[in-house]
């Protein structure tokens, strides 16, 4: 599985949009990406997935290069409850099971 | 539906003592994970079944952590004995079929052995 690297941390303020980038230079051909969002004392929840170009729903946008090694996530006019822990993960679509969280990205909105 | 299920919440033990985790998938997800959150290790892959068949169990840290999966709707991670480093959360995920790649995670088990 490939290995991605996040900020530690990012700070923001409610209502300016975050964008949160992922770099994950051994990804490989069948490889997806995929975000994950960690409430405290809650279990990850799926956010978004993708594997070129732009993905977007009601929640997220992603943003893959052509050269897939970084992808970033952006969540558009953030709030307090956004605050959370997200995780980058890559992985092959077909399987997906072994999923290998890092440290993810701990995101701290403020008023 | 109400999501997967864990039980208990909370759990307090003394060490040497045996642990049961208990998780109840969502209805008609073929796959069920178990995984343990540390400060230290971050969220780590334990073991995962598929049609309550085991199939990569390579996360498991040692002997004493066993898990089964009796039916479709019921699965157990056991630890005996328990030891103070086993102290994290776990939680339980099921996904769907082959198709799907989004896991659902329940809320969790807070495990401290003392």
């Known amino acids: 599985l490939a290995k991605t690297t996040q900020p530690i941390s990012m700070d923001s303020y409610e209502g300016q949009e975050v964008n949160i980038t992922c770099s994950h230079n051994?990804?490989?051909?069948?490889?997806?990406i995929t975000w994950y969002q960690q409430f405290p004392s809650q279990g990850p929840r799926f956010i978004i997935q993708?594997?070129?170009t732009k993905v977007t729903n009601e929640v997220a946008s992603l943003f893959i290069p052509a050269d897939r090694k970084s992808s970033t996530l952006s969540l558009p006019r953030v709030s307090l409850s956004d605050t959370a822990v997200y995780y980058c993960?890559?992985?092959?679509?077909?399987?997906?099971?072994?999923?290998?969280f890092g440290t993810g990205t701990r995101l701290l909105v403020s008023p | 539906d109400a999501g997967v299920i864990q039980s208990p919440r909370h759990e307090v033990t003394e060490m040497g003592q045996e642990v049961t985790l208990r998780c109840k998938p969502i209805?008609?997800?073929?796959?069920l994970f178990w995984y343990r959150q540390t400060m230290m290790r971050g969220l780590e892959l334990l073991i995962y079944?598929?049609?309550?068949?085991?199939?990569?169990d390579s996360g498991m840290p040692e002997d004493r952590f066993s898990a089964k999966m009796p039916n479709a709707s019921f699965s157990t991670l056991k630890i005996q004995p328990s030891e103070p480093r086993d102290s994290a959360v776990y939680f339980c995920?099921?996904?769907?079929?082959?198709?799907?790649?989004?896991?659902?995670f329940g809320p969790g088990t807070r495990l401290t052995v003392t």
């Open positions: 995920a099921s996904r769907p079929g082959h198709l799907s790649y989004e896991q659902y």
């Open positions: 051994n990804i490989a051909t069948n490889d997806y």
């Open positions: 993708g594997y070129k």
């Open positions: 993960l890559v992985g092959e679509d077909t399987g997906f099971q072994k999923l290998v």
């Open positions: 209805s008609g997800h073929d796959y």
């Open positions: 079944f598929n049609n309550n068949v085991p199939i990569d």
